[in-house]
């Protein structure tokens, strides 16, 4: 066991990928002589190799496009876009090739791709390195999407994620890339990339949630404990596809539900949690089940985030309201 | 292809065979007497004191930063003979499309230090440029600025106008597709656009010889049917005769023009970067002996104009500047329709639903304390 960042376990993922997997290939912009703005592939390339990992020139779209071309003829490339804002360029080749190859060639060639990108707010960034695009990819057929919430479920999932032969799009929310730290187990292990975790249990209402926002909930929690509300966390972790079954479970359980998610909330994750609350547990509700989410506008600079990032204080009082509904 | 008609520098100079216009060297001494633009010493003073006030501002706003004061800042050290150049060809009735290194041009085209300093505070005030009704805001998405370049030159050449389009890139946005997109419909439309790539050799950490295998960028011209030119950027007499020449093409209806500008980015990428990563101390030191500040300097010393008193001018300027700081600083705190008004002409109910969910959280929140 050692004590991780998040930035320090996926660097740890990668490693042990390419140390027992010579079909996998790094790279992207300044992932490789520099480690990544975010120093997130440090020291990858000097122990690799820079067949292995290596800087791109300046092109989502070519990033992504050559994966295609690299996973139906043998290799597993795990490509970094350097920021969430910035995946766009690369939207073509996700929507068109990534997604649709396995089917299209009607599972003669898989595609063992990891597209891994940070997002998410709460840095104070300029406009492109705020946002939290989860549902734009989650609603392309043919991916899978993955956001972890801490170094332990960053690790695992990654390594699933590169075992996958299905495309995963791996969200990092860059907001807690270094603020909370773990032990984490050094040896290999990996997590399902279909199953959300129940983070904590409770009674009264179901809090859903995933990335940089699980930590918001916690401290809502408390505040949550000391108004005598017993709250059930759910860290969703995979995106797409949803685990209706820890949805269901719970909801049928608290007959109270409110997701909160940092993007902008119509046509959102939160929308599709609704959906399937309603489809699962409709009959167990006792308050209309709600989105805590950003609102439908850019995410503001700096000096205007502070309304829209979401705070603990903000979801304890929309468990408060769903509570006394 | 290369055309007859074309201005001497662009025959001369054909990027394929990788020449680079000069008219001044490191020291200062003219190398082609020929090129040197018509300027008289008060406008060459006045170019080296936009220079100068450039690189003050952008140095103090670097230590804003440091200081905490400021958020993620994209520094310009190095680049000002490019900005102040491009900015003393750019008339006012021309469009500047910037990409986000460009503080001289920006600041001569009239944005003022408050704006930038409001804007790197974290308010959209000031990056919205709202008095300058032919300056788009900065792109930080990189080169998707070049196709909106090119929309405003298909309308110049719609309405029959003579302007011209200033937009630029770096080098490593010549890689992203949108590049040779727009070089395309540039040339198929004949659009009156000034194209400029700000070669400072590098995309962060990525050098240029990793972005490309081209000889040089200015080559990148030769298959959209452009003229292009690689000029020496930190040479200001040879940014400003490749601009006038090109503004000067592009305004007569002949299209469009690329000019890459070889210099060197002296700063960090950001100052969220950290070039000590990436490249040595020895070329930092041997980029600074070739600035571009210090050329212009040493020319007007060789030539006997060098009347300046930089010292006493760089603390005026410091003062101006600061003071501007502490007016963005203490600018109005930004309030909740700053986020929601602008989205849209007309805001639709949904958003207003929002906004009002919201004040009345804002407003338990405030009984609760």
């Known amino acids: ?98 997604s649709r190859m396995q089917n299209r060639s009607r599972g003669k060639f898989k595609m063992p791709v990891v597209i891994r990108f940070p997002y998410g707010g709460g840095v104070n960034a300029l406009e492109h390195h705020s946002d939290s695009p989860e549902a734009l990819f989650a609603h392309i057929p043919g991916l ?163 309304y829209f990032i979401i705070s603990p204080e903000r979801i304890f009082y929309e468990i408060e309201k769903s509570v006394t509904f | 292809m290369i055309q007859n008609d074309l201005p001497a520098i662009f025959r001369d100079y054909n990027p394929i065979e990788n020449k680079m216009l000069q008219v001044i060297d490191n020291e200062g001494h003219v190398v082609d007497q020929d090129r040197m633009p018509a300027l008289d010493d008060e406008t060459i003073i006045e170019a080296y004191k936009q220079m100068l006030f450039e690189r003050t501002a952008d140095e103090m706003a670097v230590s804003y930063q440091r200081q905490g004061r400021m958020y993620t800042y994209t520094p310009n050290l190095g680049q000002e003979a490019i900005h102040i150049a491009a900015g003393m060809n750019i008339r006012d009735d021309d469009w500047l499309v910037p990409s986000f290194r460009e503080l001289g041009t920006l600041l001569s085209k009239g944005v003022s230090p408050k704006e930038m300093f409001l804007f790197y505070l974290g308010n959209e005030q000031g990056g919205s440029f709202k008095h300058l009704p032919r300056v788009l805001p900065m792109s930080i998405s990189i080169g998707t600025q070049l196709h909106h370049a090119v929309g405003i030159g298909y309308s110049i050449r719609y309405q029959k106008k003579d302007n011209a389009v200033f937009t630029f890139v770096g080098d490593g946005g010549t890689s992203e597709g949108d590049f040779s997109e727009a070089l395309n419909f540039a ?109 212009l300097k040493r020319y007007m010393e060789v030539k006997g104009v060098w009347n300046l008193d930089e010292e006493k001018l760089r603390e005026t300027y410091k003062s101006q500047i600061d003071a501007q700081f502490v007016e963005a600083e203490k600018a109005k705190a930004y309030p909740l329709g700053d986020v929601f008004d602008y989205m849209y002409t007309d805001m639709p109910d949904e958003l207003k639903r929002q906004k009002a969910e919201y004040e009345q959280f804002l407003s338990w929140k405030e009984n609760r304390r």
């Open chain 1, 1 to 98: 066991m050692s004590v991780m960042t998040m930035v320090k376990a996926i660097n740890d993922a990668l490693d042990i990928k390419l140390s027992e997997d010579n079909r996998v290939v790094v790279y992207g912009e300044d992932v490789g002589v520099e480690g990544g703005v975010f120093r997130v592939t440090e020291g990858l390339q000097r122990k690799h190799g820079a067949d292995r990992v290596f800087d791109s020139p300046l092109a989502e779209s070519g990033i992504v496009g050559a994966a295609l071309g690299m996973a139906v003829s043998g290799l597993r490339p795990v490509v970094e876009l350097q920021f969430e804002g910035f995946t766009f360029p690369a939207f073509n080749q996700i929507v068109t090739g990534i």
């Open chain 1, 144 to 306: 899978r999407v993955v956001i972890p919430s801490m170094p332990h479920d960053a690790k695992g999932l990654l390594i699933a994620a590169i075992e996958s032969n299905d495309p995963v799009v791996f969200m990092e929310p860059k907001r807690i890339y270094r603020a909370i730290k773990q032990e984490v187990s050094d040896e290999k292990f990996s997590l399902p990339l279909d199953k959300a975790r129940v983070v904590q249990e409770g009674t009264d209402i179901t809090v859903v949630a995933f990335g940089a926002m699980i930590r918001e909930c916690q401290k809502a929690i408390k505040m949550a404990q000391e108004a005598g509300i017993s709250v059930e966390l759910i860290d969703l972790r995979s995106i797409y596809p949803i685990d209706r079954e820890t949805i269901r479970n719970s909801v049928r359980k608290t007959g109270r539900v409110i997701v909160v998610a940092e993007a902008n909330e119509s046509f959102s994750v939160g929308s599709e949690l609704i959906a399937v609350v309603n489809e699962e547990a409709f009959l167990y509700l006792e308050a209309p089940p709600r989105r805590v989410m950003g609102f439908d506008t850019v995410v503001p600079l700096a000096q205007g985030e502070k």
């Open chain 2, 187 to 295: 040339g198929v439309w004949k659009a009156p656009v000034v194209f400029t790539i700000q070669n400072n050799q590098y995309a962060i950490s990525v050098p240029v010889n990793v972005q490309t295998s081209s000889v040089n960028l200015a080559v990148k011209s030769v298959a959209f049917g452009l003229p292009g030119i690689k000029v020496d950027g930190n040479d200001f007499f040879a940014m400003y005769l490749a601009y006038k020449t090109a503004a000067e093409y592009a305004r007569s209806g002949k299209g469009a023009v690329l000019i890459e500008a070889f210099t060197y980015r002296r700063g960090a990428h950001t100052t969220s970067d950290d070039p000590s990563k990436y490249r040595n101390k020895e070329e930092e030191t041997l980029w600074g002996l070739n600035d571009p500040l210090l050329r």
